[in-house]
């Protein structure tokens, strides 16, 4: 069985920044991807970004491209998700997510789809005010 505790999530105004931390315990594999997804009020959960951990490659939903930045520390077993330049947009519960998939050519097309991820924390609130 898999952990997963998110912290750092918090009210912002527009223009600010937040980081969202994960700390993954429990049964772990040499390869998989961890995954940060979001979901406002009313609308499906959708993805943000994703890191595979041995590698550390990256992929990001368009919107935050340039102002999110996914990073982990292996030795902590902890995801970070850095945000910058937040808008009120981004509100949201933010999930952290792993899913066993390892970087392969269809890595990123997989990692977007929330159903390619086993285990989800509790998730953390984003506000952000104009």
């Known amino acids: ?9 918090g009210l912002v105004q527009a ?4 980081r969202l931390s994960c700390a993954a315990s429990g049964r772990t594999f040499s ?13 499906e959960r959708e993805f943000v970004a994703a890191i595979s951990w041995t590698g550390g490659r990256t992929y990001y939903e368009d919107s935050v491209k340039g102002r999110f930045t ?3 520390d292996i030795a902590k077993n902890t995801v970070y998700l850095q945000m910058n330049s937040l808008k009120p947009e981004d509100t949201a519960v ?7 998939i390892g970087f392969s ?15 989800w924390g509790q998730g953390t609130q984003v506000t952000v005010s104009s």
Do not use: H
């Open 1 to 9: 069985q898999v952990q997963l505790v998110e912290s750092g999530g």
């Open 15 to 18: 223009g600010g920044s937040l």
């Open 31 to 43: 390869s998989y991807t961890m995954g940060w997804f979001r979901q406002a009020p009313g609308k």
């Open 70 to 72: 996914i990073s982990r």
């Open 94 to 100: 933010y999930f952290c997510t792993k899913s066993n």
């Open 105 to 119: 050519t269809t890595w990123y097309g997989r990692v977007r789809s929330r159903y390619e991820y086993d285990y």
